[in-house]
């Protein structure tokens, strides 16, 4: 059943176009001197941009605050990991769902919330505390790197706990007893016997942290921005939102650097996972876990994961919902509640521009999605079934954008772009969504892929049944739990994307995370939080109807069967 090699080598066409060409016009828009003179080899714009004086405090920058977010990230999952795979914490399955939930808010709007808490002209949180202490100036203030950091930490948060949970919940907790019975304290245990063993997960968790905050650009832009601190992102963002002084020839220079390094990165990120067969633990199928009494510390330890998952879901949500409400940041008073009103839902809901990015939002995240779910599918069965060196091509093809920082690519898209009709429209967008988020459709068709035997697939040919009933009548309904899981992701990815976005936007292909940026530059609070909301709310309905279909299709198979 299409193991045909014109399938794969048509697959590694389309896959290597989506992947391989925008790197290959960043390189070659690098050389040039603009989007207007293509082609024209000059060596300026490197010397140009790697000279910069301003670069080396960048550099500085963006060093500081990717390693500084990987250090939050990590040593809180590894915490929440550890309460919640190897303590008798209450309500711990609870807290292992909310651990991973914040991925389904979108950075910026997660940003947002902390910027309308500690800012310090009129944060909430600041405000608050001035009134009670008698303060003259802000507390807090979120415009700084530890602020960057703070944020980004916890909205990569859940990536680090999604690698660290699963190796801390096979990890033998009698090694850590044996430690200890040979009179090692609980310090020398954990230093000694605990953070070894579980060495390549911390580190893998590490450098995919440092990965996607690199690539980070809602943090940076909302947080940093402002505060006057730029990353290696908003220093590329800077060089082509310059109006008539826009230079792509600049950003591609220097995205060239931050691309290699994240490459880089993920290729030792493989390569840690791939060592963790090193460090097993766990050899037998009766193995289960020792879980440890916290004793007297449940309660503090239940508050202290409480109040952390408080921040990380319901606070960026009812700041957002709570700041919709009010005509200017207020702390909550007698007064502020008396002034709320839905003002800002009714201007957001009458603004043109408003509702086109919530129509382009829903139509890249519904089209986008499903586009991307059928090219998954395809390239899965490829990578799975076929098996051949050709395959391991396109499987490595089809992850290569895992590693692409997206303003960066989004300038390599934006170089193949304008020599085409496709530029400045909402196809643009489409595109370069399906490259950047292939990986995460074709990771779970893969998973599911793999769990059919190939056997099905001969027995209903060897029945007479074609190619294409077999596929939709078996292969596909077996395939709709990894098919939904796909589209999800694909979905939510598509409708919160900022970083490409607000390279390949233009007039007329606004999306809802380039007009909530916009509205965040702007100082309009009020309109941001509503559209922020009505974002939220979209997400949501897309993986709850998504999930719902999933079931009946489901349901009619076995019906059918």
Known sequence: MFKKPSLTFSLILIVGFLTVCPVLMLLFGSFSEGLTSFGSFTLDKYIEGYTDPILREVLLNTIIFTVGSALVATTLALFLAYVNTRTNLPFKFLFSIISIIPMMIPHILFSVSWVLLLNPS????????????????????????????????????????????????????????????CGASVLRTLFRVTLPVLRPAILAAAILVVVRSLASFAVPSVVGMP???????????????????????????????????????????????????????????????????LKQYKFPVFLIVGLLCFVLIVLPVLVLFYTSMLPYSMVPSARAFAMMSWNNWIDVLKDPISLLSIRNSLTLGVVGATLGVVLSIFVSYVIVKVRSKASGILESLSFLSFSFPGIVIGVGFMWFFVQTPLYGTIWALLIGYIATYLPYGVRPISSAFVQIHDHLEESSRICGASTFYTMRRIVIPLLVPGIVSGWILMATMFVRELSLSVVLSRPGSEVLAVQILHFAEDGLWGKLSALGIMMIFLSSTLVVAATLIGKKLTRMEVVDT
Not at 131 to 154: C, H, K, R, S, W
């Open 227 to 293: 505060g006057r601190i730029y990353v290696l992102s908003t220093y590329i963002y800077r060089s082509i939102s310059s109006g008539f002084a826009a230079d792509f020839g600049k950003a591609a220079a220097i995205g060239m650097s931050a691309l290699v390094a994240s490459i880089a990165l993920i290729y030792v990120y493989r390569y840690l996972t791939s060592e963790r067969g090193k460090f097993v633990t766990v050899s037998s199928r009766g193995f289960k876990p020792t879980l440890l009494d």
């Open 122 to 181: 009129n944060g909430i949180l600041n405000r608050f505390l001035m009134q009670m202490f008698g303060l003259d100036g802000a507390f807090f203030n979120i415009y700084t790197l530890p602020g960057m950091i703070l944020v980004e930490g916890l909205l990569d948060l859940p990536i680090a706990y999604l690698i660290i949970a699963p190796a801390m919940r096979a990890f033998d907790v009698t090694l850590e007893e044996s430690s200890k019975v």
